[in-house]
């Protein structure tokens, strides 16, 4: 008996550091692989609405965004506080969808072209005139898969 | 020459430890740029664009699924005023017609939605009610699926799925908005 005390004693335990890195290592390409760049700054407030039949968004780089809401307070004195359409990072007007899309277009392989999706993220209160000349902007330039943005929401029913 | 291979020999041990310091440092700065946030949303496709009249199509007005929305939120289906909350179970009735009413759609097939709304019509409303006709559609789906295969929609093959998609299929014109109501 003695002699096995005597043995685990001796031997300190010391955890090994040496796979450390390997495990950091691990977590850094995990979250290299799923991060995606905010490559847009929000000059308007966008709260999307609620709802059931949602359908996920799968390539990011096959998607265009294009938001609607009222502008936030910064820019308020400028653009004043009705719905303004934001294309990438800065306003814009209607008129200037056709060329957005086909900016992100040549970006995008020839053979996915047909794939390219438009997410409208566009806020609660906007009233449908604005989003109805988006609308046929959109069809103008033939891009006619749009995704309009939802939240998931829990119950079944409207209150 | 014994001594110089000495020499290298300490010079080629890398220090490894600070690896991990190196490795927290990319680490913390991709946890802090990550946005884990899905998109989702109501995926729709746009009618083609053109500047033709369109071909007027007599439609029986039994076929037609009437919905209107106008600039106080207010819905108009078939003539009478609805609430949001009845307006999946009176869509499913229309498009399904279990009682092969004289008055709602032939079958399936030729049922169409007809979605007018108004400009002053507010998004949430518009985006509520096409998520409405959207379950309506979904749930006679699932429905069907489960009388022909005993699944629900999305556990079958893709070519089963697209059988049930061409019997039940989402015909959902919207007209050109009207403008009476206030836009913001």
Do not use: C
Not at chain 1, 107 to 125: C, F, G, H, N, T
Not at chain 2, 64 to 93: T, W
Not at chain 2, 171 to 177: D, T, V
């Amino acid at each position: 008996m003695a002699k096995f005390e005597k043995k685990r004693g001796k031997t300190a335990p010391a955890i090994s550091t040496a796979s450390l890195p390997d495990i950091i290592f691990m977590l850094l390409f995990f979250f290299m692989t799923v991060t995606v760049m905010r490559n847009s700054e929000l000059k308007v407030d966008v709260n999307i609405p609620e709802a059931t039949e949602l359908t996920k968004l799968e390539k990011k780089s096959l998607v265009n965004f294009i938001f609607i809401g009222v502008p936030k307070l910064p820019f308020q004195k400028v653009r004043g506080t009705s719905p303004q359409l934001q294309l990438g990072d800065k306003f814009a007007d209607i008129e200037e969808i056709p060329i957005f899309l086909e900016k992100h277009r040549i970006k995008v392989p020839e053979k996915q072209r047909a794939m390219i999706i438009s997410s409208l993220k566009i806020d609660k209160d906007v009233t449908m005139g604005i989003v109805a000349d988006v609308k046929d902007q959109l069809r103008k330039s033939g891009q006619l898969k749009v995704n309009y943005s939802a939240k998931k929401r829990a119950g079944d029913k409207y209150k | 020459m014994a001594r110089k291979s000495a020499k290298d020999k300490v010079n080629n041990e890398v220090n490894a430890g600070s690896m991990a310091d190196i490795a927290f440092l990319l680490l913390i700065f991709f946890l802090v740029t990550t946005t884990m946030d899905q998109d989702k949303g109501l995926l729709v496709k746009l009618p083609p664009w053109s500047t033709e009249a369109p071909k007027i199509t007599k439609l029986k007005t039994r076929n037609v699924f009437s919905v209107l929305v106008n600039a106080n939120d207010e819905l108009l289906v078939r003539g009478e005023p609805v609430d949001i909350n009845i307006l999946r179970e009176k869509a499913k009735e229309f498009i399904k017609n279990p009682l092969k009413l004289e008055n709602m759609s032939e079958s399936p097939k030729k049922a169409i939605v007809s979605l007018k709304n108004d400009r002053g019509t507010h998004y949430a409303k518009y985006l509520a009610v096409y998520n409405e006709l959207k379950a309506a559609y979904n749930e006679l789906r699932d429905e069907e699926a489960m009388k022909r295969y005993g699944k629900k929609m999305e556990d079958l093959p893709m070519d089963k799925q697209k059988l049930i998609i061409k019997d039940i299929p989402l015909i959902l014109s919207e007209a050109e908005s009207t403008s009476f109501g206030e836009e913001k």
